[in-house]
């Protein structure tokens, strides 16, 4: 079956190891099935929304994402990775939408509920980025995509879209698609930071990034919380909730050994700098091949924007053509 994919990111940093494991490694995988159509979006009008004083930031941070997107392996020969701010259409979309959601239903959002919190607006929660899930929707709708891989917080985004496409469709045509979920394997959906701490975010100070130098990395492992009680190599520690091990469960390749050091190390006699050392190769591994990667892409800025813009195109046309269908299933095309 063919299938359409959108999904995005906000510019406001670098992507860490919780987005690679969360979104970034199931994107990869569905792109290679010639079947896909993939649409990435580098969310800059949804990072705005809480950003409006510091725009220069969101600048910033669509290099950096779209670095981390092709560090990570998303290919511009296979993927349309695009700039949501270049895409009109997506804002008159929401427009519509607005219409069909109300005030006490975007309120009911428990995602939007704890960023409100998180982000201590108080009563002076901007109202773009109130009704941001409804933007949203207007992003997955206006590609028609029937999947969307995003981490479980996300949830929430893809119930109201599916609300709103249901009301759509029965008030004026059937012309949305009804997306769902693609949701991380069980388990990595929440990489927790490496204090242990909830999970990995920008706002903790307590994640792995894809840029982060094998030196940064090493640093970050060596301070990663383990068991407090294993105080020395002969004592038993505990293996749930140790971030080492947690990790190693996400990252690692060879499972047999993972069961060893597991046992031995809740046995005692295992220390915490030889399981360190363990997942700081592991990371090696699977984080350098990134890095190389993302290195040899900044070297050219120009050709980021390039592709930036070559994929703004592509996804406006695309764009512009389900608008066109939404305004006449509304009848308001009114010149046509
Ligand atoms: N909300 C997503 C995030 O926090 C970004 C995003 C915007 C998105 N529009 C989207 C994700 C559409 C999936 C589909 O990073």
Known sequence: MTNT?????RPTGKLHLGHYVGSLKNRVALQEDPENKMFIMVADQQALTDNARNPQKV??????V?????AAGLDPSKSTIFIQSQIPQLAELTLYFMNLVTVSRVKRNPTVKAEILQKEFGESIPTGFFVYPIAQAADITAFKANLVPVGDD?????EQTREIVRDFNNIYAP??????AVLPPKGSGR???IDGQGK???SLNNGIYLADSMDVVKKKVMQMYTDPQHIHVADPGRVEGNMVFTYLDVFGTDSEKIADLKAQYQKGGLGDVAIKRYLIDVLDNQLTPMRERREMFAKDPAAIYEMLQKGSEAAEKVAAQTLSEV??????NYFK
């Not at 996300?154 to 893809?158: A, R, S």
């Open 5 to 9: 994919i959108l999904t995005g990111d």
């Open 59 to 64: 600048a910033d941070n669509i290099m950096e």
């Open 66 to 70: 779209a670095l981390d997107y092709l």
């Open 154 to 158: 996300q949830q929430p985004m893809l």
């Open 175 to 180: 012309v949305l698609v009804e997306p769902v």
């Open 191 to 193: 990489l927790p930071g």
């Open 200 to 202: 990995m975010s920008k």
């Open 327 to 332: 305004k006449t299933a509304m009848g308001i």
